[in-house]
């Protein structure tokens, strides 16, 4: 089984952005746990601020892996390019978000992709992308 993670924008700053939010642990330490814990999966991590990095890894991977976890970041919110990726790939996508975007700022209450993901886990910080890995097995 094959799984990308794929981080948006200021993910990459995990573990010092907003503690408060996002917990002190950086994604690549919580990845090394989640591959120690599945080791019977074949997981790839990419992260990007760039928008047409994501469409393009989405892209990549999205006809020959298993499972996509999709954390958009703020492109949740605007971009109809990322949706439209995910409606054009065949590998079901799950949209993760590590806070509760509802109880964020109203503009946060919107995801453009929502509609074209199988699910999506919000609020449970990182451990809503072991959720995800559990959907897929």
């Known amino acids: 089984m ?3 993670i794929i981080n948006g924008p200021n993910l990459n700053l995990l573990g010092k952005r907003e503690p408060g939010i ?3 642990e950086s994604f690549e330490d919580y990845f090394a746990k989640l591959q120690q814990q599945y080791p019977e999966i074949k997981f790839s991590y990419f992260q990007s601020n760039v928008e047409g990095e994501i469409i393009n890894y989405l892209h990549e991977t999205g006809f020959s892996y298993d499972g996509i976890l999709l954390n958009a970041g703020g492109y949740t919110h605007t971009s109809v390019a990322i949706r439209d990726a995910i409606a054009g790939i065949k590998t079901p996508v799950i949209e993760v978000h590590i806070s509760n ?6 503009f946060r209450h919107t995801s453009l992709i929502a509609p074209k993901c199988v699910g999506t886990i919000c609020g449970l910080g990182m451990k809503g992308y072991r959720l995800g890995v559990e959907y897929f097995l």
């Open 2 to 4: 094959q799984i990308a």
């Open 22 to 24: 996002y917990g002190s």
């Open 101 to 106: 975007v509802y109880a964020r700022e109203e």
